[in-house]
């Protein structure tokens, strides 16, 4: 069996995925500096390659958290770091691991000298209270992570079943949902498939069982599946993993 695959770097409504953090911009900076409407229908793909300093946000904070300067001086308190595309093109960014989230939180046109230039917007939405991302960013960044997993698990499963029905009997690993590691194995004779799901049971949680049931055979019940079990057709199980298998007809 092959080593759990790290993280798929993705979009997804207003994140963008990557092994440690989300990559998001605030709602203000979003509405007030980009001109951008935000409603639940919101995805930051459609900006990223149009939008100069979304495209900056996704390429050079999705490896590197920091910059190599920082917005000064600020009151808040906070670490920002300086956002940089091309000339003129400015951004102010927020790293904040303990949510695993980096946020982008204002934006604006540097020239030098001028009173709108962006680190003067930067100060002044910090004097204001303004900068940081408030109780609604958190609110859109929790929701989105909750549904997370039922948007994106059905393709992660699709794809993986694919991959072992194409080689019964062996094991292959992924990740399902955006984060959550699985282990598939089908089993096949005749008409009939045996289609093996382990998980760790420690991590994965229990309410999301029925999405993950479905993501792999959206047409059999809940009660179709046994489990938890012990076992695991090709190979040991680990500590805290648990198995579920289906057995259904392809006919």
């Known amino acids: 069996m092959s080593l759990l695959p790290p993280v798929q770097e993705r979009f ?28 639940e229908d919101f995805e930051l793909e459609k900006l990223y390659g149009s939008v100069e300093i979304i495209t900056a946000l996704v390429n050079q904070r999705g490896t590197n958290p920091i910059g190599t300067r920082q917005v000064t001086p600020l009151t808040s308190g906070h670490e920002m770091w300086v956002l940089g595309y091309g000339n003129n093109h400015r951004g102010a960014t927020l790293h ?31 004097a204001a209270r303004q900068l940081v991302p408030n109780a609604e960013d958190y609110g859109d960044l929790f929701r ?6 039922a948007d994106l698990a059905p393709g992660d499963a699709q794809q993986l079943l694919a991959q072992a029905r ?3 009997g062996d094991a292959f690993a992924g ?8 282990v598939v194995t089908v089993e096949a004779a ?57 057995h259904h007809s392809l006919a």
Request: aromatic share 14%; net charge negative.
């Open 175 to 182: 990740r399902i949902g955006g984060e959550h590691g699985v």
């Open 190 to 246: 005749d008409d009939l498939e045996a289609l093996w799901v382990a998980v760790d049971g420690a991590s994965f949680p229990p309410d999301w069982l029925g999405t993950l049931f479905a993501a792999f055979e959206p047409n059999a019940e809940f009660s179709d599946w046994e489990w938890p079990l012990t076992k695991f057709p090709s190979r040991e199980l680990r500590d805290g993993e648990w198995s579920a298998v289906l």
């Open 166 to 168: 194409d080689a019964p």
């Open 144 to 149: 989105e992570r909750d549904e997370r997993f």
């Open 96 to 126: 904040q691991p303990e949510h695993r989230v980096l946020w982008l939180c204002a934006y604006g046109w540097h020239r030098s000298g001028e009173e709108d230039d962006a680190f003067n917007h930067f100060r002044a939405l910090d």
């Open 12 to 39: 997804h409504r207003g994140s963008f995925i990557t092994a440690q953090y989300d990559l998001r911009a605030t709602r203000r900076c979003l509405e007030d500096d980009l001109g951008r409407r935000v409603g």
